[in-house]
């Protein structure tokens, strides 16, 4: 049977991801040139956990769709989440991701913006497939503003660098509140998860607006969740689990990571914390003295509570969906997000 109850999280992105991937690469190769196929493939072959898609499938299914009319705005979900990763790791200067070059570090500067650009126009080529191409289009483009100014307050949550980015410079926070990190995280994460769960009950004929309104509030909040333990990870995680450094978010300056905002309430302005976060060059050592520091503190405990609040408000938003194998899917998912180490 599809989807059945007992498929660990994990192993059910895999195979909702493997079911979009061709469907991608269609959109992504309809009108490119043949030379340029390699650049525009690459993000998506990098891989990825697809966990937008499958949470588009799995809406779909929740409320007495199938998986196959969901397609194209699974599709165009995942496409807008490389858009978004191409566009970040340029203006971050990341070199790598899921280790591997980032586009730009791979092809250049030039190339990693054509090839977003070309995958902006690949979601609109997927919306028009769907069931009311004008209301996909129109909850996209607000999603993708979203996602644009919550990456503008993330840049500028940013504690030290872009020194030759004068509106950086002039609006820069050097305080934070968490109504504000909320804010940002509500933008840059939750708002295409909560299109990603959107998107599949609106490819579905007939929905009502009660289930709409529901798969809404899980997807907004499970994405919030979703950021705040990436969050944790980037600070608690294993390297030999995530494949990356611990504490990158401190080595960029960030303070719009929630457990770093949590420390520093408790460890104030004359902290190692605060002196390395505002430093233009950091050290490995420096972000380690910085985590060794943190974990005196509450922070985990606070985040971690903050993480399940989230979860918790998600699982309540799904019991306006009828039982069934998939909403039971999408609680699976809800719970593996507040457990996840990678």
């Known amino acids: 049977m599809e989807g059945a109850a007992t498929v660990n999280p994990l192993d059910l992105l895999v195979e909702y991801g493997k079911r979009v991937d061709p469907v991608m690469e269609k959109y992504l190769l309809s009108n490119a040139h043949p030379d340029f196929a390699e650049a525009v493939l690459y ?10 898609p499958a949470l588009t ?27 978004s990763l191409i566009l970040d790791d340029i203006i971050d200067h990341s070199e790598v991701r899921r280790g591997m070059p980032t586009v730009w570090k791979k092809y250049g500067l030039s190339t990693a913006i054509l090839v977003a650009v070309h995958y902006r126009e690949s979601i609109s080529e997927a919306l028009n497939d769907t069931r009311d191409p004008e209301a996909f289009h129109e909850e996209m483009a607000r999603v993708i503003k979203l996602l644009t100014d919550g990456e503008r307050l993330d840049i500028l949550f940013e504690q030290a660098g872009r020194e030759d980015e004068p509106y950086v410079l002039s609006k820069r926070y050097r305080k934070l509140k968490l109504e504000e990190y909320l804010e940002m995280v509500e933008k840059k994460t939750g708002a295409l998860i909560e299109a990603s769960c959107f998107f599949g009950g609106l490819s579905v004929e007939g929905v009502d607006d009660e289930a709409l309104t529901a798969l809404r509030s899980y997807g907004k909040n499970v994405g919030i969740a979703f950021q705040i333990s990436d969050d944790i990870i980037d600070i608690f995680g294993e390297e030999g689990k995530t494949g990356k450094k611990v504490g990158g978010d401190i080595k960029e300056h960030k303070l719009g990571n929630i457990v770093v905002l949590l420390a520093l309430d408790e460890l104030g302005e004359d902290s190692v914390l605060s002196r390395v976060l505002r430093k233009n060059e950091v050290s490995w050592e420096e972000v380690s003295a910085a985590i060794n520091e943190i974990k ?22 799904l019991e306006k969906l009828p039982d069934s194998p998939y909403r039971r899917m999408l609680e699976s998912l809800a719970i593996f997000i507040e457990r996840r180490e990678f």
Request: glycine letters at 8%; hydrophobic letters at 40%; charged letters at 25%.
């Open 296 to 317: 005196k503190t509450n922070a985990y405990r606070r985040a971690d509570s903050l993480r399940k609040s989230y979860v918790d408000a998600a699982l309540k938003a």
């Open 43 to 52: 993000p998506i072959k990098m891989g990825g956990k697809r966990v937008r």
């Open 57 to 83: 499938l799995l809406s779909a299914l929740a409320v007495g769709g199938n998986a196959e009319e969901a397609y194209p705005a699974a599709a165009g979900v995942e496409l807008a989440h490389n858009y």
